[in-house]
């Protein structure tokens, strides 16, 4: 199984410096566009609390909540390596429907989820269309920051 074994945003973004500079550029279009969204380092979750336990970047921060109402710090975007892309995780809604699922095959992703997507390189996607969902995304947080709590109990 592929993982980022670090413990740091620095160490994170140099992980691979293959990737680096895609992540450089994800970064830079996510913290124009949604700067309400602070950055951090996500260490993942411990065994048995919510979430996943994998680390990434994270931008913003919410109480990710179960069904048996354990809850975690969590990202509202979460930028995680993968072995052979990099995927975006979205944590907010729109109309009770997943926000990234609205933007979906318009972000030239290589494919998409409900509230994720993936990419090989940066040049893939569209900047225009990403900058969109995360200004989108950050305006919705920041009116209701139970947005992502709501839509994470549902499930």
Do not use: C
């Amino acid at each position: 199984m592929f993982r980022v074994d670090v413990d740091s945003l620095d160490a994170y973004l140099g992980f691979d410096p293959k990737r680096k500079p895609d992540l450089l550029a994800l970064d830079a279009v996510i913290r124009k566009a949604a700067p309400a969204l602070k950055r951090h380092f996500h260490e993942g979750t411990p065994a048995g609390s919510a979430g996943m336990r994998m680390k990434m970047i994270g931008y913003g921060r919410f109480r990710y909540a179960i069904k048996s109402g354990k809850t975690t710090p969590w990202p509202v975007v979460g930028v995680a390596l993968q072995k052979n892309y990099v995927s975006v995780y979205m944590a907010v809604t729109k109309d009770g429907q997943p926000l990234v699922k609205r933007y979906a095959r318009t972000l030239g992703e290589l494919r998409s989820g409900d509230n994720n997507f993936s990419f090989e390189t940066f040049d893939d996607l569209d900047a225009a269309q990403l900058s969109k969902l995360f200004a989108e995304a950050a305006s919705i947080f920041t009116r209701d920051e139970q947005n992502p709590v709501r839509y994470m109990q549902g499930e």
